[in-house]
Every structure is written in structure tokens, then in C-alpha cells.
């Protein structure tokens, strides 16, 4: 087996294994169904001209984090969203929350979560994306380029802001 090949499927595995994490982000940032599968092509794209430089020793998963949510904050930049009508969040809610949840009840606490979430400015909306994921503090510090502490502090903030509007 060449290393080129040998490349691909290991880059495909980890990619399949950790699919996820592109749809998750591309939903967070882009409404628009063609746009958010266009999204999860240039996430793709990119991971896959990054990954000669991943490094194996750290969790894959904290490393294509990072690579989605730069493209998808580049992409949200690069297009003249102010203009448009973009689709409310909880829109596509169903898209990235939990098929089983289906109380009404709890489904009006995830539609309003996610109102305020796409109102966030950018890092604060990656660092609650990658909370709500389970990810440690450490990780989303890795991630966002942030230390723990500070990530603690916007995270304590947010929560505070959430109790308070919500």
C-alpha cells in the first residue's frame, strides 16, 4: 500500500468516524441548506489539505474542530450576511439537536438556547458549540487558542447571560 493511500484511508476513517463535528459546525454557521452542504465541502476540503501536518499524538477531534470552525468563521466573513435575511438557528435546530427529544417543553428550551447562541459573536458561539459538545476546558482552550482560565471566565459569563434571558 502506498503512503498516499494509506493516507486516504486513515484520513477517511477519522473523517467518517468524526463526521459530526463538520455537520455540527457547518449547521451552527450557515442556514441555507445549500450553503451549509457547500460549507461541509470546503470543511472537508481543507481538512483533508491539512491532515498531512495532523499530529497523530493529539485528538483528532480537538484538531478538525479547529480547522471547521476557522473555514466556517472565514466563510460567515467572507459573505455579506448583514445584507441577507439569514434563517433564524432554530430553524434547522432539528438539524443539529437531539432526535429524541422530542418534549415540546424541552423543545422550546433548545429553540431558545439556540436563538441566543446565533446571536454571539463569533468565539463566543465556537466556545459554546464545543461546550455543548462535552468538551473539557483544556480542549476548547486548544481549539479556540484561549487559555483554560479565560475559557472558564466566557463560559461562566455566558451561563450567567443564559440564566438571565432565558
Known amino acids: 500500500m502506498s503512503l498516499e493511500t494509506d493516507l486516504h484511508t486513515r ?9 459530526g463535528i463538520v455537520v455540527k459546525v457547518a449547521a451552527s454557521y450557515c442556514w441555507n441548506p445549500d450553503d451549509r452542504a457547500e460549507l ?6 481543507q481538512l483533508w489539505r491539512a ?8 485528538r483528532f477531534s480537538t484538531w478538525m474542530y ?7 468563521i472565514s466563510d460567515l466573513r467572507g459573505r455579506s450576511r448583514a445584507a441577507h435575511n439569514p434563517v433564524p438557528l432554530e430553524a434547522v435546530a432539528d438539524s443539529i439537536a437531539d432526535p429524541l427529544a422530542r418534549d415540546p417543553a424541552h423543545e422550546q428550551q433548545i429553540a431558545a ?3 441566543f447562541i446565533a446571536q454571539l459573536p463569533q468565539l463566543e458561539r ?3 458549540l464545543l461546550y455543548l459538545d462535552d468538551h473539557s476546558y483544556r480542549e476548547i482552550g486548544e481549539v479556540l487558542g484561549i487559555s483554560e482560565t479565560n475559557v472558564a471566565t466566557k463560559l461562566s459569563r455566558l451561563k450567567a447571560r443564559i440564566r438571565a434571558e432565558l
Request: proline share 6%; charged share 15%; aromatic share 12%.
Open 11 to 19: 484520513f477517511n476513517a477519522l473523517l467518517q468516524h468524526h463526521r
Open 51 to 58: 491532515f498531512p501536518g495532523y499530529d497523530p499524538n493529539r
Open 40 to 45: 461541509v465541502q470546503d470543511i472537508t476540503v
Open 126 to 128: 465556537a466556545l459554546m
Open 113 to 115: 438556547l439556540y436563538r
Open 66 to 72: 479547529r480547522i471547521a470552525l476557522n473555514v466556517a
